[in-house]
T-cell receptor, first 113, second 115 residues
Framework: GENVEQHPSTLSVQEGDSAVIKCTYSDSASNYFPWYKQELGKGPQLIIDIRSNVGEKKDQRIAVTLNKTAKHFSLHITETQPEDSAVYFCAGRGGGSQGNLIFGKGTKLSVKP | DSGVTQTPKHLITATGQRVTLRCSPRSGDLSVYWYQQSLDQGLQFLIQYYNGEERAKGNILERFSAQQFPDLHSELNLSSLELGDSALYFC??????????????FGPGTRLLVL
């Protein structure tokens, strides 16, 4: 089955700097990779996702890149702000257009003002 | 706000007891997933229902069961509770886009503490 590894487990950046979180997956049939942001006391919130037919997707300050050959994908946050501080989870889903997600262990991002 | 609701928000109970967690999916979503989040195991898939039928099972213990009702809300039943069952329990409902690709939206979760 699918296995998703996420690095780093913690990340501290200065406000305005960029943050990058990386994930690798094991199942070459996986075709959907969402990123969720979880703030304290709340449920995971979808912030961006990418499907295997594209290599990059951008939404304002957030971008995700996917390298299918190497089986890894990354989240890039530019011009970080204190409100970006949260735990970020990557996930993968096996072949098919639906099904449960396999999550990485999470990255705690701290943005220092 | 994802549109997925879960009750209760917090639950404190004793070992050996049984509890029921409730989830209402977003309007129009037919599929409900249950996940457990613990410090050591992270977010783990438990079970999925689609339009009232069980669709997939993950790492769900035999002491746990779920169902989805005709109005599409779902309940997760946890019995013979153990200390290790203390965790956050999330449900997610899913929608399909025009390309029949699925996206999952999570509820706020139920925090279960077993004493």
């Amino acid at each position: 089955g699918e296995n998703v590894e996420q690095h780093p487990s913690t990340l501290s950046v200065q406000e305005g700097d960029s943050a990058v979180i990386k994930c690798t997956y094991s199942d070459s049939a996986s075709n959907y990779f969402p990123w969720y942001k979880q703030e304290l006391g709340k449920g995971p919130q979808l912030i961006i996702d990418i499907r295997s037919n594209v290599g990059e997707k951008k939404d304002q300050r957030i971008a995700v890149t996917l390298n299918k050959t190497a089986k890894h994908f990354s989240l890039h946050i530019t011009e970080t702000q204190p409100e970006d501080s949260a735990v970020y989870f990557c996930a993968g889903r096996g072949g098919g257009s639906q099904g449960n997600l396999i999550f990485g262990k999470g990255t705690k991002l701290s943005v220092k003002p | 706000d994802s549109g997925v609701t879960q009750t209760p928000k917090h639950l404190i109970t004793a070992t050996g007891q049984r509890v029921t967690l409730r989830c209402s999916p977003r309007s129009g979503d037919l599929s409900v997933y249950w996940y457990q989040q613990s410090l050591d195991q992270g977010l783990q898939f438990l079970i999925q229902y689609y339009n009232g039928e069980e669709r997939a099972k993950g790492n769900i213990l035999e002491r746990f069961s779920a169902q989805q009702f005709p109005d599409l809300h779902s309940e997760l039943n946890l019995s013979s509770l153990e200390l290790g069952d203390s965790a956050l329990y999330f449900c997610a409902s899913s929608a399909w886009d025009r390309m029949y690709q699925e996206t999952q939206y999570f509820g706020p979760g139920t925090r279960l503490l077993v004493l």
